[in-house]
C-alpha cells in the first residue's frame, strides 16, 4: 500500500535533509557546461566513488554519457549567486555561461572548477542508473582535494540557502 503523496509533500519532506551545494561541470571536447546539484554523495571508498543525480530534461543529462567525466565543485557560503546562475533556465550555453565566472580547469581532466570553493572531486563516469525523473551517474575519483579548509559551506535546508552560525562554546 502507498499513501497519495504529492510532489510538494515530497519536496517539502526530504528538503528536510540538510545538504551542501555543488557546481557540476563537463568538458566535452571542449564544450564547457556547469549545473548547481545538491543531489551528490559519496558512495565508496574502494574503489572511490561519488554520485550525483541529473535531471532527465537538465543539459547536463545529455552530456555526461558522452563526456569523459565530471567535476563537482562544493561552494562556499558566499556563493549564492554562482548556484542561482548555474541553476537558471536563463543563462547562456556553452562557455558564455562561464562569462564573469572564476574558474580554472581541473589538472588531469579541464573540467571547470569553480574558483573560491571549498572542495572539488574530479570524476570519471563508470556508471549510470536510471532513477524514476532522475539519473544517478557514479563516478570514480580521479582527483580531489580541499580548496579552501577556513571556509564556511553554502548550505540549503528547507528550500532555502542556509549558512553555519558559529559555535558558541
Ligand atoms: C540548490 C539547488 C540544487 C539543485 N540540485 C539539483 C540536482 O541535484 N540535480 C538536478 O538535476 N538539478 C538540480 N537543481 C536544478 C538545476 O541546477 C537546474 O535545473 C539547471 O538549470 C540544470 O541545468 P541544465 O539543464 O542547463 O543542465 C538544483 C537547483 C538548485 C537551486
Redesign the pocket.
Known amino acids: 500500500m502507498t499513501r497519495d503523496i504529492s510532489a510538494e509533500e515530497f519536496r517539502r519532506t526530504v528538503g528536510m535533509f540538510a545538504t551542501g551545494?555543488t557546481v557540476v561541470t563537463t568538458n566535452v571536447d571542449g564544450e564547457l557546461?556547469a549545473?548547481?546539484?545538491?543531489?551528490?554523495a559519496s558512495v565508496s571508498l574502494d574503489p572511490l566513488l561519488v554520485l550525483?543525480?541529473?535531471?532527465r530534461d537538465?543539459?547536463?543529462h545529455g552530456l555526461l554519457p558522452v563526456a569523459q567525466g565530471f567535476a563537482v565543485t562544493i561552494l562556499a557560503s558566499e556563493q549564492e549567486e554562482l548556484?542561482?546562475w548555474?541553476?537558471?533556465?536563463r543563462r547562456p550555453r556553452g562557455q558564455d555561461q562561464f562569462e564573469g565566472v572564476d574558474w580554472d580547469p581541473a589538472p588531469l581532466t579541464g573540467n571547470p572548477l569553480i574558483c573560491d570553493g571549498v572542495a572539488y572531486v574530479d570524476c570519471r563516469v563508470t556508471e549510470r542508473h536510471e532513477g524514476g525523473d532522475?539519473s544517478i551517474f557514479l563516478g570514480e575519483v580521479v582527483d580531489l582535494g580541499v580548496l579552501r579548509s577556513d571556509a564556511d559551506p553554502l548550505l540549503?535546508y528547507g528550500g532555502r540557502y542556509r549558512r553555519l552560525v558559529a559555535d558558541t562554546d
Open positions: 551545494v557546461h549545473m548547481t546539484a545538491n543531489a551528490f550525483v543525480c541529473v535531471d537538465a543539459g547536463m548556484s542561482a548555474f541553476a537558471s533556465s532522475h540549503y
